[in-house]
């Protein structure tokens, strides 16, 4: 395994090779902790059609280039305020054709752990109950997302979680993105909170390495 990124955000700045998509109002880098914190903006989503009939490609996303059976794997500090807050790793080729993995805050039940697949503009939720006993508005969990096979044709994904950065691991999900042959991947961390603002994420590492 090669390492291409390690971002602890214990710098001034982000790591050059890292860039936003919609960026959030409010994002810090805070030294002291090493970790990136992020506040989303009201009403942002990452969503394509199917069931819900609407279309949002309004979250935020760090981003960087996603080299061929790259692994993304990342930790997250959640401190959840309204149904729906979430904060994940994303797999990106266009606005049609990405995944994200992430738990979404449910403020009367379990969260959930889940995976959105989303394949020629149309989206699918993959889901299970978030296995933990915290309070259910103070979550942590680490996320890690392999690709396989990333080429022309798309790329096979294979989605896992975990509580630790060590594992145990268990797997998510199993799904192909159907990128066009043209499309280049980026991967990264993202957040949303499609209600309203009051949530925020602490990251405290995102590697990217490939095989």
């Keep these: 395994m090669k390492l291409l990124l390690n971002e602890t955000f214990d710098r001034d700045a982000l790591d050059p090779r890292l860039t936003w998509l919609h960026p959030p109002s409010k994002w810090r880098l805070d030294r002291g902790r090493s970790r990136l914190v992020i506040e989303p903006d009201a009403q942002t989503d ?12 309004t979250g935020h996303f760090l981003y960087c280039p996603a080299p061929h059976n790259a692994v993304i794997t990342a ?3 959640c401190f959840a305020a309204h149904q729906y807050d979430q904060a994940g790793l994303m797999v ?4 049609d054709c990405w995944l994200k993995a992430s738990v979404e805050f449910e403020p009367d039940t379990a969260s959930q752990l889940g995976a959105v697949v989303t394949n020629h503009g149309y989206s699918d939720w993959s889901l299970q109950d978030f296995p933990s006993a915290a309070a259910r508005d103070n979550l942590s969990y680490c996320l890690r997302v392999r690709l396989q096979g990333h080429g022309a044709g798309g790329c096979d994904v294979l989605v896992e979680h975990a509580v630790a950065e060590d594992g145990p691991w268990s797997l998510l ?17 993202y957040a949303c909170s499609p209600q309203a603002a009051g949530y925020r994420v602490d990251v405290e590492f995102l590697t990217v390495a490939f095989e």
């Design 46 to 57: 990452f969503w394509q059609r199917t069931h819900y009939g609407f279309r949002r490609d």
């Design 75 to 77: 930790k997250f500090h």
């Design 92 to 95: 990106r080729f266009s606005q």
């Design 173 to 189: 999900r199993v799904a192909h993105l159907h990128a066009p042959a043209d499309a280049a991947a980026t991967c990264g961390i």
